[in-house]
């Protein structure tokens, strides 16, 4: 069965930082692409960043710059180290695995940006 578990969200001023965690099990991990994405209230859940299995990374663009994704093969963690943030960064981020048609998604940690 496979699970993933995100830790690392709670309450930041705005400029911030914050570093999400990933903790997956039950699957090949090694051969997984990862991503994080986020919904915000009232909105639909987006597309954060992604790393394939080989290790190539992508940002939407608006985390460009001040977002960094990276993965940990030999603990089965993905991470998002989020820097400069702003309160539109406010969101439950998700993390998720793709294996061919296969996916799976954790629970969600909360992120709140706010003065």
């Known amino acids: 069965q496979v699970q993933l578990v995100e830790s690392g969200g709670g309450l930041v001023q705005p400029g911030g930082s914050l570093r999400l965690s990933c903790a997956a099990s039950?699957?090949?991990?090694?051969?997984?692409?990862m991503a994080w994405y986020r919904q915000a209230p009232g909105k639909q859940r987006e597309l954060v960043a992604t790393i394939t299995s080989g290790g190539s990374t992508d940002y939407t663009d608006s985390v460009k710059g001040r977002f960094t994704i990276s993965r940990d093969n030999a603990k089965n963690m993905v991470y998002l180290q989020m820097n400069s943030l702003k309160p539109e960064d406010t969101a439950i981020y998700y993390c998720?695995?793709?294996?061919?048609?296969?996916?799976?998604w954790g629970q969600g940690t909360q992120v709140t940006v706010s003065s």
């Open positions: 998720k695995r793709q294996y061919g048609s296969s996916r799976s």
């Open positions: 039950g699957i090949i991990f090694r051969l997984s692409d």
